[in-house]
């Protein structure tokens, strides 16, 4: 999501970017300015041209660089003395990974260059870097390869560069066995080795200890657990970035003696204890990340860290309030506190630190008597807090109106807690500065405790302008559409079931140019659905479009894709939209997800142009009243894994034959009219199939025994059709159904959390016209539903080889013989229905053993014999589910005693088997479950979660760089 994210904002850097590099070349070019053309010196020259020939440059960077240009000094990257004429400078860093990076390899004839101190070649794609280049470029006193792939060992011919100030690695790809070459860089001040494995350096890491004048130290991502306790540089040192390792609570020993360190970052490693008290006396802190740990206890300890300007403690266990004195922290810029289970006020926070007085206006208080009363909002405009982040804790009481002075404030995210009282004008009156305001909640989270309520005049004019992020989810925002949105060009918007019931106003096509994101799901929005732009207007950069559950009527308009030609994310589901899908719907080449469901869309789908949709993964139109065939092309669209056409008029054949392997994870093609053989090929090319539903159509013929080559299948629905001939014994093949893997959920669940950036929220529909929510567990859900059909033979004994299975019906057949001996292996089974067939013989004894069974029915068949009892069959005692077998006995039908044929006593009664716990659990359970007769339909919902927050800061690091 997070690259999503930032890939998108790259598109709109780019201008940014641009400019940035620009004024960066222009800046090392004017160093040269007071040389001739041609003062260059030519053997550097020839150098860097032989270098250009080995760089494989897409984006034609390296223009500069001309035969025809005399003086190199003068070329894109290159920085010469000012006196000399000598090549000291080389930066070719890749100003932003949107720009097509440098590939190909390094010239060992840039070793020409004797005069280079500074070579940076960071943020590209170079793949090797010569051993005795690096070893004889002895000048060099700053050198970043970083994010490049290189192959092979570390070189140790680093060790030659003794004048090395700074030395960046991070992300390089080289093994890394040994770290000798660190103890001849003395002078080394900056050292980053982020993402290298230095897990296997074992005595060698000592070497990073002995370097006496180290400042900044980056070791992010190094798969680290211990580290020896740094001794030379703790007084020198003042950057510490350990995140992402596995360092536990003991590495907060380490930093008793760090008197100069500004900035420590612990934040993603698994430290289980409270913050100890000596990490509260470092007062030199400026920054400290311990975010995405398991710190536990309260945050007083940070009390006298007053120096901090951004404290980042998101996602652990901490507990208690904001401590008061938090309010002394004049200079913080950035308080990350999301996703812990801080409580309390933030009112006497807020006050305090709306109140603080800038440094430089500390001696004006002084020297001017007093400043009583409210302060004044041009002293308002002083506060430096700009991040403030309380995202799901357990924070209760008022949001007090003085939130509304920290007139620097970027991004507020307060949503997720239990806030008494309203949002009003107040609250936002100074936020001229306002970026990013999150009230939402994300995909993983359950809904806020308390909607946060905004009280909001209809004439409002709203002061933050800038606004770029807007997510107030789950807020209650509404009735009336907020026209305070006039005046703002957000990028992302948010509104998902914020309270709106209203019509869409005119104006608010003129916001779609902005948007990259636009959400106003689950509201009661009526009114023509505006999608009509006006004439010359379109939306280039909108990609996610969410519009769903609402009251939205009118058509998909025939433009759509000259509208909005990069959509990647359509959504109009549960509306009351008409008319057909026009033809533009496919003609929108980035589109990844359309889901139209449960509308009233009808006629037929445009044929001959889905195998065009290269990226097409899902499309969902569910409930709607479309008809014809389903075209052919769309079983070829390559990238499709989710095609649910369920609850239509389709009828038609499928293909006879599909060539390719297609990726499709879930078909439904559940209720419509389909006919004909389920064709062989289903067998062969769907690898991945997880979900097939036909149900409720006339399909005929036999199962093919290719079907059971379906190895990831969980669900295979295909009741009430035609269908005849005998399960194929290789049903036992299935080894999607044949595990019991709690840890693995469906994988088309995860596929759409992280590739759709979406939730789906899956539904089951029940028979009974009852609605269930169901989120986690059906993604556990496996079933086979052959019921209403007309399969004859035996059950095939290898199906008991399906442990995993939840459901199996298989009634309504004209099924022959007796009920698999084993039946009693099959673990998970929640529902067994085998009524209204011929089957003979006895209940199996071992069927006692199904503890999960919730719902079975054996009715209507030729069993005969004694009921088997003890167990999980004790709950059921309806009488129903046995009856229509004359010749069966036993509770809860008539008394064996009475019955001729039956001889012996029952013992698996008398083993007292039975308890009662499960007895309970299953009652709750099995109310719930036993009203299921199919296997359920899927309802994809989705919702909007692209979003990381965050990258706005990300963001701003990258303008920040220019
Ligand atoms: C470059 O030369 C000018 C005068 O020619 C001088 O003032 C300046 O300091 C020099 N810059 C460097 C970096 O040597
Ligand atoms: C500190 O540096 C000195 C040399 O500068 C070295 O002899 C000593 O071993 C280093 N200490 C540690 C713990 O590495
Ligand atoms: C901190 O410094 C003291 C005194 O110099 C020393 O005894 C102690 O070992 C040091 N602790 C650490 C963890 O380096
Ligand atoms: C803060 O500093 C004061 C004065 O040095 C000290 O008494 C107090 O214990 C410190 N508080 C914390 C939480 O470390």
């Known amino acids: 999501m997070a690259t999503a994210s930032i890939q998108s904002a790259s598109l709109l850097l780019s201008v940014l970017i641009f400019v940035g590099s620009f004024l960066q070349t222009t800046k090392l070019c004017s160093c040269s300015d007071n040389h001739k053309v041609g003062n260059c010196h030519s053997i550097e020259r020839l150098a860097l041209l032989d270098f250009k020939k080995g760089v494989v440059d897409p984006s034609n960077r390296l223009s500069s660089w001309r035969q025809d240009e005399e003086d190199c000094c003068k070329w894109h990257g290159v920085g010469c003395n000012n006196a000399t004429g000598y090549v000291e400078k080389l930066d070719l860093r890749n100003p932003f990974h949107l720009v097509s990076p440098f590939m190909g390899g390094i010239s060992p004839t840039l070793a020409q260059l004797k005069h280079l101190s500074y070579l940076d070649l960071s943020r590209n794609s170079f793949d090797s870097i010569p051993n005795q280049f690096i070893g004889s470029i002895k000048e060099l006193r700053y050198l970043d390869l970083s994010s490049n792939c290189f192959r092979g060992r570390i070189p140790q011919q680093l060790g030659n560069l003794s004048n090395l100030n700074h030395l960046g690695l991070s992300r390089t790809c080289f093994s890394v066995q040994e770290l000798q070459f660190l103890s001849h860089l003395t002078s080394l001040e900056y050292l980053d080795l982020s993402g290298l494995d230095l897990s296997k350096t074992g005595e060698s890491l000592q070497y990073i200890n002995r370097l006496n ?93 007053t120096s901090l300007e951004c404290l980042d403690l998101d996602t652990n266990h901490l507990e208690g309030p904001i401590p008061l004195s938090f309010g002394g922290f004049c200079k913080l810029k950035e308080l990350y506190l999301s996703r812990n289970n801080i409580s309390g006020e933030i009112t006497k926070f807020v006050n305090a630190i709306s109140s603080c007085l800038p440094n430089s206006l500390e001696t004006l208080e002084s020297s001017q008597t007093k400043l009583t009363g409210k302060l004044p909002y041009s002293i308002g405009n002083l506060r430096s807090l700009k991040n403030l982040y309380l995202y799901k804790n357990n924070m209760s009481g008022t949001i007090p109106k003085s939130l509304g002075q920290l007139s620097e404030l970027e991004q507020l995210d307060l949503s997720l807690n239990s806030w008494d009282g309203e949002v009003t004008e107040d609250h936002f009156a100074n936020l001229a500065n306002l970026r990013a305001l999150h009230l939402g909640f994300d995909f993983d989270d359950e809904k806020p405790p308390k909607p946060l309520v905004f009280n909001l005049s209809p004439n409002w004019v709203c002061p933050f302008t800038e606004i770029f992020y807007l997510d107030l989810t789950n807020s209650k925002l509404g009735p009336l559409f907020p026209s305070w949105l006039q005046n703002l060009r957000p990028f992302h918007l948010i509104l998902e079931d914020v309270g709106i019931s209203d019509t869409i106003p005119d104006w608010f096509t003129k916001i779609y140019p902005s948007l990259w994101v636009l959400d106003l799901s689950n509201n009661q929005i009526s009114g023509k659905i505006p999608l009509e732009l006006q004439h010359g207007q379109n939306s280039t950069i909108m990609e996610f479009l969410n519009l769903g559950s609402n009251l939205f009527t009118g058509t998909i308009p025939l433009n759509i894709n000259e509208t909005m030609p990069n959509l990647q994310d359509l959504s109009l589901s549960n509306n009351l939209i008409e008319g057909g899908i026009p033809s533009s719907i496919c003609n929108l080449k980035q589109l990844k997800v359309v889901s139209l469901s449960s509308n009233n869309l009808s006629g037929e789908l445009p044929h001959e142009c889905w195998e065009d949709s290269k990226y097409l993964e899902a499309i969902d139109l569910t409930n709607n009243h479309l008809s014809g065939e389903v075209p052919v092309s769309i079983w070829s669209a390559p990238k499709l894994s989710l095609l649910s056409v369920s609850k239509n008029g389709f009828s038609g054949k499928l293909p006879p034959n599909l060539t390719s392997l297609s990726p499709l994870r879930v078909i439904d093609l559940g209720e419509n009219h389909f006919s004909g053989n389920l064709p062989m090929w289903m067998g062969k090319r769907l690898p991945n199939l997880e979900i097939l539903r036909l149900r409720s159509n006339s399909f005929s013929g036999f199962i093919p025994k290719h079907h059971c080559l379906l190895h990831s299948l969980r669900i295979l629905d295909l009741a009430h059709n035609e269908l005849s001939g005998i399960i194929p014994h290789c049903f036992g093949n299935f080894s999607g159904m044949a595990t019991i893997d709690p840890t693995n959920p469906f994988s088309i669940i995860s596929v759409m959390v992280l590739s759709y950036k979406l939730l789906a929220e899956v539904s089951v529909l029940i028979t009974k016209g009852i609605e269930l929510e169901y989120n986690g567990t059906l993604a556990f859900l496996k079933c086979i539903d052959l019921s209403n059909n007309t399969f004859f033979g035996e059950i095939p004994m290898e199906i008991t080889r399906l442990s995993g299975l939840s459901i199996l019906n298989l009634s309504m057949n004209h099924l022959t013989g007796s009920i698999p001996e084993k039946i009693g292996y099959m673990q998970r089974l929640e ?40 167990n999980q069959l004790q709950t059921l005692p309806d009488s129903s589910i046995y009856t229509g077998n004359p010749e069966l006995c036993g509770a809860p039908l008539k008394d064996c005693a009475n019955h001729p044929n039956i001889v012996g006593p029952n013992h698996e009664e008398n083993k007292g088997g039975f308890t009662w716990l499960p007895f309970f659990i299953s009652m709750a359970i099995g109310f719930v479950v036993g009203f299921w007769s199919v296997c359920g339909t899927l309802i994809l919902k989705k919702s909007w979660r692209y979003a990381f927050f965050r990258f706005i800061d990300d963001m701003k690091d990258t303008i920040l760089v220019f």
């Open 831 to 870: 529902v067994l229905d085998l009524s209204r067939n011929q089957l003979s013989g006895s209940i199996p004894p071992s069927i006692s053993a199904l503890n999960s069974l919730n719902h079975l029915n054996l009715s209507n068949n030729n069993l005969s014999g004694r009921i088997p009892s003890g």
């Open 213 to 305: 004048s180290l400042s900044e130290l980056h070791l992010s991502g190094c798969q680290l657990s211990s580290f020896p306790l740094f001794t030379n540089f703790t007084t020198t040192l003042s950057v510490l970035d350990l995140s992402i390792n596995n360092f536990e609570g003991l590495i907060f020993k380490a930093f008793v003696n760090f008197t100069s360190l500004q900035s420590l970052n612990l934040s993603t490693n698994r430290i289980q204890v409270p913050i100890p008290k000596t990490i509260g006396q470092m007062t030199s802190l400026r920054t400290l990340r311990l975010g995405k740990n398991d710190l536990t206890g309260p945050i007083d300890v940070l009390a006298n860290l």
